[in-house]
């Protein structure tokens, strides 16, 4: 069964410094893996798709890694803003077309 | 870029009433539509899968008579709170994505939230 782990819970940086969100999942055979952004009481919005062929996507200050063969990924966030406040998301898709969520990390960043 | 449509944003409901939530895709043909659930300060859990014109897959634990699920055209899925009490209230959300899902990822809704009094 498919687990993705996200590591930090819950972070708090202050306005402008560069951070770096954790994703792990435990089976590298996965069609692609997305990033998603989640604000309080609202729905998700995409951030990056990564394919499985793929090694990294960039998207203005968010940069995505991927390296499937240790069944991990990054989100990077250049130049944090108050706004870039939120949760994030990361989910990998298997076989079935189902998305298996990683529990997320609450972001704060702190003008 | 794909655009899901998720109507109602909010309702409240009498208990033992039951409340539609509709989710649209607005620019492309959703083969697969997502039903999930939220609780506060959790992840979402998959509900149910549906695929244009056949019965819903329901994850374990589901009450498929209490939650109904109905994916009649390649644009709408609807789910159904039958008969809803309060601990049905939470946040509900759906997603939906084209057959190439490899390529395009997932669309998610604006998400319900679901308060039964």
């Known amino acids: 069964k498919q687990e993705v782990t996200q590591i930090p819970a819950a972070l708090s940086v202050p306005e402008g410094e560069n951070l770096v969100l954790n994703c792990s999942f435990t089976?590298?055979?996965?069609?692609?893996l997305q990033w998603f952004r989640q604000d309080p009481g609202k729905g998700l919005t995409s951030l990056l798709l990564?394919?499985?062929?793929?090694r990294e996507q960039t998207s203005g200050r968010l940069n995505a890694s991927l390296d499937k063969s240790s069944g991990r990924s990054t989100l990077y966030i250049a130049a944090s803003q108050p706004g870039d406040s939120a949760t994030y998301l990361c989910a990998v898709v298997k076989s079935g077309s189902r998305l298996t969520f990683g529990e997320g990390t609450q972001l704060t960043v702190n003008p | 870029g794909a655009v899901v449509s998720q109507h109602p944003s909010r309702v409240i409901c009498k208990s033992g009433t039951s409340v539609k939530i509709e989710c649209r895709s607005l620019?492309?043909?959703?083969?697969?539509m997502f039903w999930y659930r939220q609780f506060p300060k959790q992840s979402l859990m998959l509900m149910a899968t549906s695929n244009e014109g056949s019965k819903a897959t329901y994850e374990q634990g589901v009450e498929k008579d209490k939650f109904l699920i109905n994916h009649a055209s390649l644009t709408l899925s609807t789910l159904t709170v039958t008969s809803a009490h309060p601990e049905d209230s939470s946040f509900y959300i759906c997603?939906?994505?084209?057959?190439?899902?490899?390529?395009?990822?997932?669309?998610f809704g604006s998400g319900t939230r679901l308060t039964v009094v």
């Open positions: 997603s939906a994505s084209t057959n190439t899902v490899a390529n395009y990822g997932y669309t």
């Open positions: 620019d492309f043909q959703a083969t697969t």
């Open positions: 990564i394919q499985s062929s793929q």
């Open positions: 089976d590298s055979a996965i069609y692609n």
